[in-house]
């Protein structure tokens, strides 16, 4: 199994900017391709952004234009660059691979909290 270790999230106003770092134990992380996952209260879990071992990225519509997503193999860690940041953004942001069925034990997440 692979070990997933979420970290980056925080309180920040509307309109600011966080960057979300996931570090993944295992060789062969560069292999799969990786998804940021939020989950906010009473709500189910979405993927918001995915990249492919080939690192195309793909973007739910709600996070497109403000969420990049990126990966350094060499460090076995993807990131999620979060810009002009919404209230609704607000969530456990998570991160696995994006094929949901093929997904590994989920990390503890990291808390992203959007507030005047």
């Known amino acids: 199994q692979v070990r997933l270790v979420e970290s980056g999230g925080g309180l920040v106003q509307p309109g600011g900017s966080l960057k979300l770092s996931c570090a993944a134990g295992?060789?062969?992380?560069?292999?799969?391709?990786m998804g940021w996952y939020r989950q906010a209260p009473g709500k189910q879990r979405e993927l918001v952004a995915t990249?492919?071992?080939?690192?195309?990225?793909n973007y739910t519509d709600s996070v497109k234009g403000r969420f990049t997503i990126f990966r350094d193999n060499a460090k076995n860690t993807v990131y999620l660059q979060m810009n002009s940041l919404k209230p609704e953004d607000t969530a456990v942001y998570y991160c696995?691979?994006?094929?949901?069925?093929?997904?590994?034990?989920w990390g503890q997440g990291t808390q992203v909290f959007v507030s005047s």
């Open positions: 295992g060789s062969i992380f560069g292999l799969y391709d």
């Open positions: 990249i492919t071992s080939g690192l195309r990225t």
């Open positions: 696995n691979r994006a094929q949901y069925a093929s997904r590994w034990l």
